[in-house]
C-alpha cells in the first residue's frame, strides 16, 4: 500500500510565523500535489511537483513556497503565516497514469 | 484555468436507491477521471478511477465517462448509509511540462435509513 505521511495532523502557529508541512511518500511516485481545501471552497491546487527539483505554482500560490530536493519528500512553507490561511491542508502522491494517494491531512490554524 | 463542475447537492437518497453523482470538465485534453469519497474530517480515499469512453463498474459503483460531452458521472447502487460523504470528482490533464489535478467542489450525499 501506499503510504503518505504528513508531519503534523493538527499545527497551531502566530501570525507572522515561518511554518513548515513535510509530505513523505515511500513509492516513488514522481508526482506530488499540495492542497488547501476550505468549506464551499473545495480542494484547491497551491503548487505541485512532478520531479525533484521542479515545481510549478497551482491556482493559489501566493503566499506560500515548496521545496523538493528528494524525491520522496514535498515541503509547503508559508513564509509569514496569516489568519487567511486557517485550513486543512492535504499533500497527494501519484504515479503517471495512476489515482492520487493523499496523506491524512493537517489542520492548521493561525492566531 | 481548468474547471470542475459538479451538482451542488446536497443529494439525500433512501437506502437502497441509486445515487447518481454528476460531474463536467472545462479542458478537453484531460486524460484521467476520478471519483473520491472523504467523510468529514477525513482525507479523500479514491473510489473509482476511468480512463476511456464508456462504463466502468466496480462492486456496488459505475462510474460513466463520456469526453465528447466532457462528463463524467458516478452511480451508486443500492446506497448504503455508510455511503453518506462527500464525493469529489477529479481530473488530471498534462501537456508541455504541466500537470494538473483538478477537483470539484464536492457533492454532498445523505443516504436515510
Known amino acids: 500500500d501506499v503510504k503518505v505521511t504528513q508531519s503534523s495532523r493538527y499545527l497551531v502557529k502566530r501570525t507572522g510565523e515561518k511554518v513548515f508541512l513535510e509530505c513523505v511518500q515511500d513509492?516513488?511516485?514522481?508526482?506530488m500535489f499540495w492542497y488547501r481545501q476550505d468549506p464551499g471552497l473545495g480542494l484547491r491546487l497551491i503548487y505541485f511537483?512532478?520531479?525533484?527539483?521542479?515545481?510549478e505554482k497551482g491556482d493559489i500560490p501566493e503566499g506560500y513556497s515548496v521545496s523538493r530536493e528528494k524525491k520522496e519528500r514535498f515541503s509547503l512553507i508559508l513564509e509569514s503565516a496569516s489568519t487567511n490561511q486557517t485550513s486543512m491542508y492535504l499533500c497527494a502522491t501519484r504515479e503517471v497514469n495512476t489515482e492520487a494517494f493523499f496523506g491524512q491531512g493537517t489542520r492548521l490554524t493561525v492566531v | 484555468q481548468k474547471e470542475v463542475e459538479q451538482n451542488s447537492g446536497p443529494l439525500s437518497v433512501p437506502e437502497g436507491a441509486i445515487a447518481s453523482l454528476n460531474c463536467t470538465y472545462s479542458?478537453?485534453?484531460?486524460?484521467?477521471f476520478f471519483w473520491y469519497r472523504q467523510y468529514s474530517g477525513k482525507s479523500p480515499e479514491l473510489i473509482m478511477s476511468?480512463?476511456?469512453?464508456g462504463d466502468k463498474e466496480d462492486g456496488r459503483f459505475t462510474a460513466q465517462l463520456n469526453k465528447a460531452s466532457q462528463y463524467v458521472s458516478l452511480l451508486i447502487r443500492d446506497s448504503q448509509p455508510s455511503d453518506s460523504a462527500t464525493y469529489l470528482c477529479?481530473?488530471?490533464?498534462?501537456?508541455?511540462?504541466?500537470?494538473?489535478?483538478?477537483f470539484g467542489k464536492g457533492t454532498k450525499l445523505s443516504v436515510i435509513p
Open positions: 513509492m516513488d511516485h514522481e508526482n
Open positions: 477529479a481530473v488530471f490533464s498534462s501537456g508541455a511540462g504541466s500537470y494538473q489535478l483538478t
Open positions: 511537483s512532478y520531479d525533484v527539483k521542479m515545481k
Open positions: 476511468i480512463y476511456s469512453n
Open positions: 479542458d478537453r485534453v484531460s486524460q484521467s
